[in-house]
């Protein structure tokens, strides 16, 4: 058992990793981590190379680099098998999507995960939005089309109007450049801004610092690093990880319901969740709230949809939308 990773100072892969350790320790496995050298695609190859070469059974990694790197490698060790998270086997262009029978693809419904987010902030009194995305990328625009959703959901239900600023910094690093332009949407009236990819997150803790704003992050729980952050749209990496983990070691390979094939997991697994912060941080939007709203989405008494871009929108009349390039 591999586990082939950008970093460890990355939140994410810090979760797989204690989740791979886990299972590992309960079960008798031998879990080891690769960690590529930097974060280019050829690292990832790399790595991913040097983990099927280790005699591992079953490799696991995370991110689109890596679904980029495992679209080059699938072939090359058939008697390997990979579990990738957060992406698809695919090619640099993102116009072929290739998994081999030798890989299973998990994917979170970050939308779901978003519509907790923009639910809770409107329900709070938010109604100047904002979300700041790395890369208009899949699971970044889950993100943000959920949070437009649920924004919808509450406002309907508030009677309030809501406005939605969007941008795409086409970057996962943080800038003073990017710093600022969150500092200038707060000072312009944006009350809330979510952000996603990458390290932006750090880039939002300085401007709501600097601000009074506040901010909502995803993938991991962010919480603690700002009292202004009033919340995590999270991924739980951790217990997501060892679901698969179980299923593969019982029969000792994917089955035919996971081999080459990609699941999605949300509501119905307990796989996204919203982290609040110790004490709650939403005064309107208590925890009952919380678990009611949950609840409902879980037995689909509310729906959320799936978008993969920007192009075309679900109908929010409650919410305007401004695109910022």
């Known amino acids: 058992l591999a586990a082939e990773q950008a970093s460890l100072d990355d939140g994410a892969d810090t979760l797989l990793w204690k989740g791979i350790q886990t299972f590992a320790g309960t079960y008798g496995y031998t879990a080891e981590n690769h960690t590529a050298a930097d974060t280019s695609v050829e690292a990832a190859e790399a790595a991913l190379r040097e983990a099927a070469e280790s005699g ?22 058939p008697g390997v098998h990979y ?31 978003g519509f907790l987010a923009g639910y809770a902030a409107v329900t709070d009194g938010y109604t100047q939005l904002g979300f700041i995305g790395a890369e208009e990328i899949p699971g970044v625009v889950r993100y943000v089309t959920g949070f437009l959703q649920g924004a919808e959901a509450a406002a309907e239900l508030q009677g309030e109007d809501v406005t939605l600023q ?33 390290n932006l997150y750090e880039g939002a803790v300085s401007a709501v610092n600097q601000t009074g704003g506040k901010a ?20 739980c990496y951790n217990a997501a990880v060892q679901r698969e983990l179980y299923s593969f070691f019982t029969n000792g390979s994917w089955d035919t319901q996971s081999a080459d094939q990609t699941e999605k997991v949300g509501y119905t697994t307990g796989a996204v969740a919203l982290e609040a912060g110790a004490p709650w941080r939403f005064d309107t939007f208590t925890q009952d709230d919380y678990r009611k709203l949950y609840e409902d989405l879980r037995t689909s008494v509310r729906k959320v949809d799936a978008y993969a871009d920007l192009d075309t929108l679900p109908d929010t009349p409650n919410v305007t939308v401004n695109r910022t390039m």
């Not at 591992?56 to 090359?76: D, H, K, S, Y």
């Not at 009292?227 to 991924?235: G, T």
């Open 216 to 235: 909502v992050t995803t993938d991991v729980d962010n919480t603690a690093l700002s009292d202004r952050v009033l919340a995590s749209a999270v991924k």
């Open 83 to 113: 579990l990738l998270f957060d992406g698809e086997p695919h090619n640099s262009s993102y116009t072929n999507y290739t998994t081999e029978s030798n890989v299973h693809c998990v994917l979170f419904q970050e939308e779901q995960a």
């Open 56 to 77: 591992a059974a079953l490799v696991v990694c995370r991110g689109e680099t890596m679904a980029q790197a495992l679209f080059n490698i699938q072939n090359n060790y």
């Open 166 to 198: 969007t941008w795409f910094t086409d970057t996962d690093e943080n800038s003073d450049a990017i710093t600022q332009r969150m500092v200038d949407w707060y000072n312009n009236g944006t009350a809330l801004i979510m952000v996603s990819g990458g």
